[in-house]
């Protein structure tokens, strides 16, 4: 997501675009944290 928001800003030339990648990176990480201990248990399930 942050090559998202740098090439809207430099290749797009349109720095009002960078608010969308920003956003939606932000919910990505937010899930992520959220799920961070069932995806542990899900790896360590894997290795049995």
């Known amino acids: 997501m942050i090559g ?4 809207q800003v430099f290749v797009l030339d349109n720095p ?3 608010v969308t990648p920003l ?3 932000a ?4 899930v ?3 799920r ?5 248990e899900f790896l360590r ?3 049995r």
């Open 23 to 25: 956003i939606i990176g």
């Open 45 to 47: 399930g894997l290795g």
């Open 16 to 18: 009002a675009y960078v």
């Open 32 to 34: 992520a944290v959220a």
């Open 4 to 7: 998202a928001a740098i090439t």
């Open 36 to 40: 961070r201990q069932r995806t542990i």
């Open 27 to 30: 919910l990505m990480v937010w």
